[in-house]
Nanobody, 123 residues
Framework: QVRLVESGGGLVQPGGSLRLSCSAS????????VGWYRQAPGKQRELVAG???????NYADSVKGRFTISRDNAKNTVDLQMNSLKPEDTAVYYC?????????????????WGQGTQVTVSS
């Protein structure tokens, strides 16, 4: 049984940084494409960043140049480094796995979700 667990969320001031981590159990994480999604109150869940099994990445326009997705196959994790955070980045962030990655993009969610971690950017 595949289980994803996110960690690293919290409260940070505008301009600050956070690093989210998605840890997988019950599987070798490197065989799955992975996406980080977020959902703000009253808004639809949106893709923030995706990474293929070979390390190709894509980002939402709103986070390009600020966020970096990476995978550590030795640790069985996929991380999201978030810099220069803005209040509009406030959301619950979810890790998702096994969605299709092609044409340079994580196309849609796969069947595995984590429980989410809250990120709040506020002064």
């Amino acid at each position: 049984q595949v289980r994803l667990v996110e960690s690293g969320g919290g409260l940070v001031q505008p301009g600050g940084s956070l690093r989210l981590s998605c840890s997988a159990s019950g599987t070798i994480f490197s065989i799955y494409p992975v996406g980080w999604y977020r959902q703000a109150p009253g808004k639809q869940r949106e893709l923030v960043a995706g990474i293929s099994t070979s390390g190709s990445t894509n980002y939402a326009d709103s986070v390009k140049g600020r966020f970096t997705i990476s995978r550590d196959n030795a640790k069985n994790t996929v991380d999201l480094q978030m810099n220069s955070l803005k209040p509009e980045d406030t959301a619950v962030y979810y890790c998702n796995a096994n969605g299709p990655f092609y044409s340079g993009k994580y196309q849609r969610p796969g069947g595995y979700w984590g429980q989410g971690t809250q990120v709040t950017v506020s002064s």
